[in-house]
């Protein structure tokens, strides 16, 4: 027994891999309920990955009569016990992991430790164990030991130190769902009588002389989704992730990206599929689109715990992969959409002068009813133009995180929106009531709308809405003066759209909307702060887009001042005067865009991105995550904007990591703003 020992230590000695093969009963590795780390065990400090500690024995065998561990292997995230039935491979670095899950590492691409990065010049791999294993019981004292052949082996390639299995041509091999789409919650029955959407019209003021006509008066249309009840079904997402491993993202930003993606694949169903795709130099899938089964899970920890930044920055491909693999699915989730985090720049296809960002995702991605793509932009060298440009292409959000420790936390935000979907291809339709009165503009920021030649009709498309979100959209409309009657009939409106639960097509109508016409009007035809709230909102992302575009003209003075001049005009609003909430946290969000116009520098830092998620969230009307500095640490309007399903998602990710050192930047909330 001695001889065999020494000879083992000889082969450790020259820095051979070696691996214990799994005995004839024994099965593939399973998780189970009870092995799995809760989240908040996934998501703690003490899990992080820690400094190695050098050997100079090279690779390590362990061994049932060595002494008890009580590690966690840093790729499943389970605990390792010493005679539980798994071999455990001990690395030249020093870090102990499983041995089927670091072969599976191995086969994911790397070649190096997944927590230090030290470069292996072995690697682990499985095969089937020697012939004599299958004629007597495996025992560990046996020594039964296979060195690995060096690699590359056949069928392989080689990229910059990570081993690649060839990928399919076609996306085509996502996970099937069931033929009968299950809905998250409870029966479908229960709520086939209940009314998706709210519909609400208010005119600027509610009377208006007799005698008298104007050209542009103003109609607020106010959209409702109805709100989640606990317990209720919901429609399954399909989620594809592409997140940036470019060497930048070395060390606490992929660790803590690791962790993000961790909260994600935890808080997916049964029902929801994701896939991962990573990019630096190139992009690769890491496995398709798979349902959060506890499998599921299991496979998707593996991968993206096997990631190790290094490279450079190629969001193209990263983004045509994850396009890729929405477009060639053969089954499709009720709800779609990708996730795109990044913390650099294209160094590969948007490096000319004035590059068309729009070419970066496929003519398909441009349609009314698009996949959004929602993009994240982290640090003081992200790009963002190019990240806001995707997303306002493809109907998705821009977010802003200054600082990479509340990754999780704008995740959870988005996920939470995402796994709350209402209805789907909502599209509101205006009709004039009398031939004289003419519809002359719509506003609706971000979203496509059209007015009919004549101004008879007119029509917005809005595409996808959360449970409880809303909408506002500006009507402008002439009023015809009149000799007699005491009111005017001016518009109707109804909403269509797709109701996930019953896959109907809805219609709801509304009232007709009339203003009295009194012969005068006296002090009391005030403004509706309604309507003046929406109108602050509108001139506020007006004053957003020309100051930013003086700001990239260099000249950052004029810029401020046009932040200046809105601040100013919103003052002496009527919906401001009334202190009303919005208009106050609007006035603070202009005056830290103003601040951080304050020199060249702190703009190219933080107030071009600043800007940009702010336009972002202002233009679709939906939350976006950006990097205050308020003294009192809050976000501004961004939470007018929250569900309840994104605040109890953000919630749930604060609950889980409220050790971290760093205050979270979404902390305050407590819940969605009264709009």
Known sequence: MGTKWRKMKLALGMNLCTYLPRTLDESPPTLNSTERLSDVALLSPLNWPMTPTPSSHGLKLSRNSSKKSSKTCSICLTKMKEGGGHAIFTAECSHSFHFHCIASNVKH????????????????????????????????????INLLHRLPTPRRVMNQGRVLS?????????????????????????????????????????????????????????????????????APLDL?????????????????????????????????????IAFSSTARRLFPLTKMSDAGRHRALQAVNSLVANGGTNIAEGLRKGVKVMEERRDQNPVASIILLSDGRDTYTMNQPDPNYKLLLPLSMHGRFQIA??????????????MHSVSETSGGTFSFIESESVIQDALAQCIG????????????????????????????????SLVVGDGRSGRVDIGDLYADEERDFLMSINIPSQRGGDETSLLKMRCVYKDLLTKEVVTLQSHVLKIQRPETVGEEAVVSIEVDRQRNRFLAAEAMVKARALAEGEDLAAAVTVIQEFRHVLAETVSARSND????????????????????????????????????????????????TGGDGCSFVHAYYQTPSMVEM??????????????????????????
């Open 417 to 448: 929106g995402l796994l709350s979907v209402a209805v789907q291809e909502l599209r509101l339709e205006i009709d004039g009531i009398s031939s004289d009165v003419h519809l002359s503009s719509i506003k609706a920021g971000s979203y496509p």
């Open 166 to 234: 060839p990928e399919p041509s076609m996306f085509n091999d996502d996970e099937p769902l069931e033929q009968q789409l299950v809905f998250s919650g409870k029966s479908m029955e229960n709520n086939s009588n209940v009314r998706m959407m709210e519909l609400k019209i208010y005119p600027e003021v509610s009377a208006f002389p007799r005698g008298e006509s104007r050209e542009k008066f103003d109609v607020l249309v106010h959209l409702r989704a109805a709100a989640m009840v606990n317990g209720n079904a919901r």
């Open 581 to 628: 909430g919005f208009c106050v946290a609007l006035d603070r969000e202009m005056k830290e865009m103003q601040e951080r116009m304050a020199s060249r520098h702190v703009y190219e830092v933080s107030g071009r991105a600043y800007i940009l998620s702010g336009l972002s969230s202002h233009s679709w009307q939906r939350a976006t995550s950006r990097g205050e």
């Open 240 to 276: 594809v992730t592409v997140l940036d491993i470019s060497g930048s993202m070395a060390g606490t930003k992929l660790a803590l990206l690791k962790r993000a993606m961790g909260f994600v694949i935890q808080n997916l169903g049964s029902n929801d599929r994701l896939s991962v």
């Open 373 to 386: 793509v929602h993009s994240f932009g982290f640090g003081s060298d992200h790009d963002a133009s190019l």
């Open 650 to 675: 953000l919630h749930r990710s604060q609950a889980t990591s409220y050790h971290r050192l760093i205050q979270p930047l979404l902390s305050y909330v407590t819940q969605p703003k009264p709009r």
């Open 109 to 144: 691409g790397n070649q190096v430790c997944p927590v230090c990065r030290a470069k292996w010049k072995e690697i682990p791999m499985q095969h089937p164990p020697p012939p004599y294993l299958f004629a007597r019981p495996y025992n560990n004292n046996d020594a039964a």
